[in-house]
């Protein structure tokens, strides 16, 4: 596939080489909006919060089905799975493409839905990421959050703040040089439980991206990564 890459950053960088790899070409590097989408089969949006919405609104008006994976602009998701409608475009939105935070996804899921019963366990999550991130939490904390709000009934939102009425604490810190870690943990008087995915680099978020972009192209809709992956 032609593939615009709307972001040349991090992991606009890491998904060029993966991409190569898999016999891909890139013919657009963007890092502003001076390209001409058209010149791609596909896009593969990595860019900033401000950003993506037009990124991939441009993508969708012009009929090139398009991957983001950037994070903190979700004020404008709805507007564009109707946009992408109206359009019969080709749309698929992850807080996360590595398959490993899928399956954890998952397993955060299964975990909150047992855990429900057994409303001793406080439950709370800590995200870490490098300095240079503009947003916070991170966009994967926020669906793992989301994802325990649905199952336990000791929450109905998530909060930055420690101590706030049925929210569920995130702790977001910045340390030089780390890709990515998610950790909850369920805390009782007499025991822990606590689940952690750690990015070792950005090779795993960058395959994810290829991947769903591979298995987008030539169809219609909006998709997850639960489609791209065929689980639960
Ligand atoms: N879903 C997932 O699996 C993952 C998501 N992310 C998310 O992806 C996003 C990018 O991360 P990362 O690569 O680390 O960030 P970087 O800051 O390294 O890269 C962002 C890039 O976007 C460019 N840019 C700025 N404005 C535009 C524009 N209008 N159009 C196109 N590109 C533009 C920047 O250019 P310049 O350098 O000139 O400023 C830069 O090249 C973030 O939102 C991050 O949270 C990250 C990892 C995994
Ligand atoms: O900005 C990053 O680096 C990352 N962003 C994503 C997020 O906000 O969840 C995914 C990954 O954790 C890396």
């Known amino acids: 596939m032609k593939i615009a890459l709307l972001g040349y950053g991090k992991m606009g960088k890491t998904i060029e080489q993966i991409a190569l790899q898999r016999g891909h070409t890139i013919v657009i590097k963007a890092?502003?909006?001076n390209y001409t989408i058209t010149e791609a089969d596909i896009a593969i949006d990595f860019s900033?919060?401000?950003?993506?919405?037009?990124?991939?609104?441009n993508c969708i008006e012009n009929n090139v089905p398009v991957i983001s994976g950037t994070t903190g602009w979700l004020e404008d998701y709805d507007k564009t799975v109707a946009l992408c409608?109206?359009?019969k475009g080709?749309?698929?939105y992850a807080s996360n493409f590595s398959l490993g935070v899928n399956v954890f996804f998952e397993l955060n899921s299964?975990?909150?839905?047992?855990?429900?019963?057994?409303?001793?366990?406080?439950v709370s999550m800590e995200e870490i990421h490098h300095t240079q991130k503009l947003d916070a939490p991170s966009g994967t904390a926020i669906t793992l959050a989301n994802d325990i709000i649905k199952e336990h009934t000791s929450y109905n939102s998530w909060s930055l703040e420690q101590?706030?009425?049925?929210?569920?604490?995130i702790t977001a810190k910045r340390t030089e040089d780390v890709p990515g870690t998610h950790s909850i943990t369920y805390k009782s008087d007499v025991d822990t439980i606590d689940i952690t995915h750690t990015a070792h680099n950005r090779q795993g978020f960058a395959l994810?991206?290829?991947?769903?972009?591979?298995?987008?192209?030539?169809?219609?809709?909006?998709?997850?990564?639960?489609?791209v992956l065929n689980i639960s």
């Open 31 to 33: 890092k502003n909006n």
């Open 85 to 87: 409608q109206e359009k």
């Open 48 to 57: 900033t919060p401000s950003a993506a919405y037009n990124n991939i609104s």
């Open 163 to 169: 101590e706030k009425e049925k929210a569920l604490p």
């Open 110 to 122: 299964y975990l909150a839905k047992m855990m429900n019963t057994l409303k001793d366990y406080k």
């Open 208 to 227: 994810g991206a290829v991947i769903a972009a591979e298995w987008l192209y030539g169809k219609t809709g909006v998709f997850t990564m639960k489609d």
């Open 90 to 92: 080709a749309f698929i």
